[in-house]
């Protein structure tokens, strides 16, 4: 039987782009393969029919021989595209199917592309505890970060004297070796380079063929003003260098703010709970806070305040990252009462208690609801 033309095969028009190509067998393989066709005896034949078209078609050399001498360019051994040639197994058509469907997303080849020695380096992660005023007024902050750097004897190249790095012999390049079991075709790491692609003749001395050394690093950060725990800074090129020249990895610094032992900070503001005494609550007055920036506020408290009242101390909370203001910070009377009294204390207290019965509205509200909830009960 006289084999199709690969172009109707695929259902694409002579001269397609390989972008139409490519779309236009993905949707073959996907609408073909055995696995959604198992009720088709001709499905498997159609699918590898398929993928032998479309490995022609995708490479431009097979392409442009096609186009000029149609199958005969691949007649007596002269190509890889006639069915009894590599590709017209169908283990091998299905993993070059998945290569191709799924590559972008598993790490596979996404269309062919080959894997080099050069790996980029891996990010690194350094976790940096500061101070509540610090995190408020924003710093510079020198840190030691233990790293890769690349090798200065080889210039990264992993290579001893100037030598290059040679492709490898048993995986052509790919860093993955294929070898069929029964009915799949099973990929691994090419056990001669590791998945690195090349192999190194003359390794150098000083970095073993890694292209890199471990070294200490110190860099100057800029933290921020109005950071807080969680906060991530990327310091781009500043993370592992790549192995055999790859490209540097990036750092990325995670702020942990510590607790403050005067205030609490909610997002932009902050939270002061400040002592004063019974005479000062009942009597009013005036109060000194501390503030963040290390200054002092006085604040006045209203005659007959209880414990929980706040009071607001406006832009002087915590700037906000990136601009946006900044926050208030809120004053929280606690009415501390007095400890160790004196007899004449207690003297002077009870006949207040005496005098002070119809002074306690709180109190004689909360006592007039329970009288009212126990007569309920009764009833």
């Given at each position: 039987?006289?084999?199709?033309?690969?172009?109707?095969?695929?259902?694409?028009?002579?001269?397609?782009?390989?972008?139409?190509?490519?779309?236009?067998?993905?949707?073959?393989?996907?609408?073909?393969?055995?696995?959604?066709?198992?009720?088709?005896?001709?499905?498997?034949?159609?699918?590898?029919?398929?993928?032998?078209?479309?490995?022609?078609?995708?490479?431009?050399?097979?392409?442009?021989?096609?186009?000029?001498?149609?199958?005969?360019?691949?007649?007596?051994?002269?190509?890889?595209?006639?069915?009894?040639?590599?590709?017209?197994?169908?283990?091998?058509?299905?993993?070059?199917?998945?290569?191709?469907?799924?590559?972008?997303f598993m790490g596979g080849r996404g269309g062919g592309g080959r894997r080099g020695g050069a790996q980029r380096g891996n990010d690194l992660r350094y976790n940096l505890r500061?101070?509540?005023?610090?995190?408020?007024?924003?710093?510079?902050?020198?840190?030691?970060?233990?790293?890769?750097?690349?090798?200065?004897?080889?210039?990264?190249?992993?290579?001893?004297?100037?030598?290059?790095?040679?492709?490898?012999?048993?995986?052509?390049?790919?860093?993955?070796?294929?070898?069929?079991?029964?009915?799949?075709?099973?990929?691994?790491?090419?056990?001669?380079?590791?998945?690195?692609?090349?192999?190194?003749?003359?390794?150098?001395?000083?970095?073993?063929?890694?292209?890199?050394?471990?070294?200490?690093?110190?860099?100057?950060?800029?933290?921020?003003?109005?950071?807080?725990?969680?906060?991530?800074?990327?310091?781009?090129?500043?993370?592992?260098?790549?192995?055999?020249?790859?490209?540097?990895?990036?750092?990325?610094?995670?702020?942990?703010?510590?607790?403050?032992?005067?205030?609490?900070?909610?997002?932009?503001?902050?939270?002061?709970?400040?002592?004063?005494?019974?005479?000062?609550?009942?009597?009013?007055?005036?109060?000194?806070?501390?503030?963040?920036?290390?200054?002092?506020?006085?604040?006045?408290?209203?005659?007959?305040?209880?414990?929980?009242?706040?009071?607001?101390?406006?832009?002087?909370?915590?700037?906000?990252?990136?601009?946006?203001?900044?926050?208030?910070?809120?004053?929280?009377?606690?009415?501390?009462?007095?400890?160790?009294?004196?007899?004449?204390?207690?003297?002077?207290?009870?006949?207040?208690?005496?005098?002070?019965?119809?002074?306690?509205?709180?109190?004689?509200?909360?006592?007039?609801?329970?009288?009212?909830?126990?007569?309920?009960?009764?009833?």
């Amino acid at each position: 039987m006289a084999k199709r033309d690969y172009y109707d095969v695929l259902g694409v028009a002579k001269g397609a782009d390989a972008a139409a190509i490519k779309k236009a067998y993905r949707q073959k393989a996907k609408e073909l393969h055995p696995d959604r066709n198992s009720d088709n005896p001709n499905a498997e034949a159609q699918f590898k029919e398929a993928n032998e078209a479309y490995e022609v078609l995708k490479d431009d050399n097979k392409k442009a021989a096609y186009d000029r001498y149609g199958h005969a360019a691949f007649e007596n051994g002269m190509g890889g595209g006639g069915p009894r040639g590599q590709q017209g197994d169908f283990a091998s058509a299905f993993s070059d199917v998945f290569d191709d469907l799924f590559g972008d997303f598993m790490g596979g080849r996404g269309g062919g592309g080959r894997r080099g020695g050069a790996q980029r380096g891996n990010d690194l992660r350094y976790n940096l505890r500061i101070k509540l005023e610090d995190a408020f007024a924003g710093m510079q902050k020198t840190i030691t970060v233990p790293t890769a750097v690349a090798c200065s004897a080889c210039s990264g190249t992993g290579a001893e004297g100037g030598s290059e790095p040679q492709t490898c012999p048993t995986c052509s390049g790919m860093g993955k070796v294929r070898a069929q079991q029964g009915f799949f075709t099973v990929e691994r790491t090419c056990p001669t380079c590791s998945g690195m692609g090349q192999t190194i003749k003359n390794p150098c001395n000083t970095c073993h063929g890694q292209g890199r050394t471990e070294k200490e690093k110190s860099l100057s950060v800029n933290i921020p003003a109005g950071v807080e725990t969680g906060t991530r800074i990327r310091l781009a090129g500043e993370g592992e260098a790549g192995m055999r020249g790859g490209p540097t990895g990036d750092l990325y610094i995670f702020i942990e703010v510590n607790d403050h032992e005067l205030f609490e900070r909610e997002n932009t503001n902050l939270f002061c709970r400040v002592p004063v005494s019974i005479a000062t609550a009942a009597l009013g007055g005036e109060i000194e806070v501390p503030t963040i920036d290390g200054g002092r506020s006085r604040v006045k408290v209203p005659e007959g305040s209880q414990s929980g009242r706040q009071m607001r101390l406006r832009g002087k909370g915590m700037p906000a990252l990136r601009g946006g203001g900044t926050g208030d910070m809120f004053i929280e009377l606690v009415v501390e009462t007095p400890v160790k009294l004196t007899a004449r204390q207690r003297e002077i207290l009870k006949e207040f208690d005496k005098l002070s019965e119809e002074n306690n509205p709180q109190g004689s509200s909360f006592f007039k609801s329970v009288k009212s909830f126990w007569d309920s009960m009764k009833g």
